[in-house]
């Protein structure tokens, strides 16, 4: 991560920074507004909460049409949206995409969550511990988007496949478009499935909808398919793996939380800002002055999330969980119009994830055999959180 020079060699992929990026990105904010990285091909960083606000504010300076550093992540040069459109495509499709995820359509998939969640813990409390990352958070938004997108059956595939194409972004390229190819296939034959027979899931809706008179293509719905299945799964997995490996960590709040468990929508909130998993990417669109750098056409730039979050201009005591923290505007879920459509699902499902680890689960922490391990990449997630019960 330091070079011979002394001076930071940023990489996001670094082994070391997935374990503990904090102090690093402490670092970068503390010295210079953007940094910048040779790593990938090179990249600018924005680690402060205003820049960050400020960046993503600005649509027509910076663009979604590479959201992550490499820009490959499997599936070649297309665009998938709405996450990589930008004004006026996005709006769009966002239009049509705002009413499915708004607030009032969660009701409805939280017995069913709860019911899974409650069975798959129950399978899992009797063995004297397990590994909360793999064998709970995995499942838990797989689930749910499974039921969503109307394939019960497909959580194992759905879940691995989202595991390989990140996990091997950076690193094995080939790996992770053969995964995305796979996955890409997939979505386009439920599509093909539900032209031929709608149901009430998310891509009959996508296919029978109009925006502004125009319906989508069948392409259009397979790559929202894609995305929900890219953007649904590892983010809340993610929060839920940091979330447990929190409270397997600190017997207090742990303890608190179980005491007080009208205090888990604002705890959640606090997990939510502490460890913010999503970093994302802008691309330059013309030559521009950003506080004071002079940034290049078609230059990237990392918007560390996880870092505004942190920034102590933004967020009193902010390395520290304060589980009733008041007055929480964190950033875990982005800014400006990219800002996540799936927050109400996002939301529901870790409080049921942890309202039932909590109540079926007996006190937990880490099992000092074996060892917690680390994704890395633009999703920051342990891929082992192994417990074991204390009570
Ligand atoms: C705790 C869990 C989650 C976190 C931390 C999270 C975080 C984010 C962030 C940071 C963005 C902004 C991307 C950008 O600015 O380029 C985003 C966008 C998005 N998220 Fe989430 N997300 C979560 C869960 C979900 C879920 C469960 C879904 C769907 C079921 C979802 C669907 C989306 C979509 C469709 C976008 C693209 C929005 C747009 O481009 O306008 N997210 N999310």
Partial sequence: MTDVRGEIQFDHYDEAFAADPYPVLADLRERCPVAHSDAHGGFWVATRYADIQDLCSRPDAFSSRYSSVPNDIGFGDVVIPPLQLDPPEHTRFKKLLTPVFAVGQVGPFEPAARTYVADLLD???????????????????????????????DVELLSSLVESILANAATDPDGAAESGMILLAHVAGIVE??????????????????????????????????????????????????AIHHLATHPD?????????????????ELLRAFAPVTVARQVIDDLDFLGQPLKQGEMVLVSFPSANRDAVAFDRPDEVVLDRPNNRHLAFGSGI????????????????????????????????????WARGQVRRPTAVPLRFTA
């Fill in 338 to 373: 990219h800002r996540c459509l799936g927050i109400h699902f996002a939301r529901m499902e870790l409080r049921v994830g942890l309202e039932e680890l909590l109540a079926r689960v007996p006190a937990f922490e880490l099992d000092p055999d074996v060892p917690v391990t």
């Fill in 253 to 269: 709040d742990q303890a608190r939380l179980r005491a007080e468990p009208e205090l888990l929508g604002t705890a959640m909130e």
């Fill in 193 to 242: 499935q539900r032209k031929a027979e709608p149901g009430p899931d998310v891509l009959s809706h996508l296919l029978a909808s109009e925006v502004d008179g125009e319906k989508l293509s069948d392409e259009e719905v397979i790559f929202v398919g894609i995305l929900l299945v890219l953007a649904g799964i590892d983010t809340t997995w993610s929060t839920l793996s940091l």
């Fill in 123 to 153: 399978g899992l409390v009797g063995k004297g511990g397990f590994d909360a990352s793999h064998d709970f958070a995995r499942l838990v938004p797989t689930a749910v988007l499974c039921q969503i997108l109307g394939v019960p059956d």
